[in-house]
C-alpha cells in the first residue's frame, strides 16, 4: 500500500499496490504493521459496508465521541464517490478545514479518517458502495453528526444532494463546546 498524507494532519490517500498476472490481480487492503508504520492506529474491530441505489445519495458528516472515538477506513468497492473529512480536533492546526477524495472502483483507493474527524460522502453514480473498517465498535449513543451545509465549514459538494437521511438533514448548526 501507498500512504500519502493530506493537508489534514493524519488523514492519508492510500492506494492499493496490485500484483497482476493471467488471473487478474491481488492486492492487500490491510496490515496492521503498515499502517502502524505510518502513525495510524492499527486497531480493526469491525468492518461494515453500505449500498447506495441513487447517484446525488449523502452520508455523513458521521463521528463518534470520545471515550469511543475512532478510526476509520473507506474505500469504495462499486461505484464512485466524493469523500469528504472535516477535522474536529480543537487543537489540530487544521481545526475546521475539509478535504476531499474521489473513491473509485476502478482507482480501489482508500481515505484514512483518523479519531477526531467527521467523514461523509456523497455518491456519483447509481448503485455504489462503500466499505469501512474501524478501531471502535459502534455505540449509538456516542454517535454525532456535523450538518452537510453547515456554514461554518462551506464543505464544496460537486453536485446537488438527492437524497439525504432525516438525521443528516437536521443536525444543527455547529458550536465550539
Known amino acids: 500500500m501507498i500512504f500519502q ?8 490517500e492510500i492506494q492499493l499496490q496490485t500484483i497482476a498476472d493471467e488471473r487478474g490481480f491481488f492486492a492487500r487492503t ?11 492506529s492499527g486497531a480493526l474491530v469491525q468492518c461494515s459496508l453500505s449500498f447506495n441505489n441513487k ?8 463521528y463518534q465521541a470520545a471515550p469511543h472515538a475512532e478510526s476509520k477506513v473507506v474505500g469504495c468497492n462499486r461505484g464512485e464517490i ?22 473509485t472502483a476502478e482507482k480501489r483507493n482508500m481515505v484514512y479518517v483518523p479519531e477526531g474527524c467527521a467523514h461523509g460522502f456523497l455518491t456519483l453514480a447509481d448503485n455504489c458502495e462503500v466499505s469501512y473498517r474501524m478501531s471502535e465498535f459502534f455505540h ?10 453547515d456554514p461554518a465549514f462551506q464543505i464544496q459538494w ?3 444532494v438527492e ?15
Not at 55 to 62: D, E, I, V, Y
Request: charged share 30%; net charge positive.
Open 82 to 103: 466524493y469523500d469528504v473529512v472535516l477535522d474536529l480536533r480543537p487543537h489540530s492546526p487544521a481545526f475546521k478545514k475539509w478535504i476531499a477524495i474521489v473513491l
Open 163 to 177: 437524497v439525504i437521511s432525516d438525521r443528516d438533514r437536521a443536525y444543527p448548526d455547529f458550536k465550539i463546546i
Open 140 to 149: 449509538a449513543e456516542y454517535a454525532r453528526g456535523i450538518r452537510w451545509n
Open 30 to 40: 490491510w496490515c496492521r504493521d503498515e499502517f502502524q508504520a505510518h502513525g495510524l
Open 5 to 12: 498524507e493530506t493537508k489534514l494532519p493524519g488523514v492519508f
Open 55 to 62: 447517484k446525488g445519495t449523502l452520508r455523513g458528516m458521521h
Open 158 to 160: 460537486p453536485a446537488k
